[in-house]
Nanobody, 122 residues
């Protein structure tokens, strides 16, 4: 599988907003479930949100109501709008293809990209 490419990270203060984007260097994403993972310094990557090929979102509880995942299949992009950011959400964010089990995201598939850094200061 082709690596996905993330962009849009940056530094904000707590309560701020950022919009992350994900696209593919080659190949279409329209048939894939996609999602975001975060890796904080010294910690393992954790799942944040995902979206099915037809646009059904899934969020972990801590980000519900603050993050919005969306996709534009015509533009071959997927985005994560993050609002109300918290310092503990600092880390490198990665977009990945996601394997689903029924209606639940199960695991990332494919190679990890470089990610995009998000830093939230208190």
């Amino acid at each position: 599988q082709v690596q996905l490419v993330e962009s849009g990270g940056g530094s904000v203060q707590a309560g701020g907003s950022l919009k992350l984007s994900c696209t593919s260097a080659r190949g279409l994403l329209s048939g894939d479930a996609l999602g975001w993972y975060r890796q904080a310094p010294g910690k393992q990557r954790v799942f944040v949100a995902s979206i099915t090929p037809n646009g059904i979102p899934y969020y972990v509880d801590p980000v519900k109501g603050r993050f919005t995942i969306s996709r534009d299949n015509a533009k071959n992009t997927m985005t994560l709008q993050m609002t109300g950011l918290r310092p503990e959400e600092t880390g490198v964010y990665y977009c990945m293809r996601i394997q689903y089990g029924g209606t639940t995201p199960r695991a990332p598939t494919g190679p990890w990209g470089p990610g995009t850094q998000v830093t939230v200061s208190s």
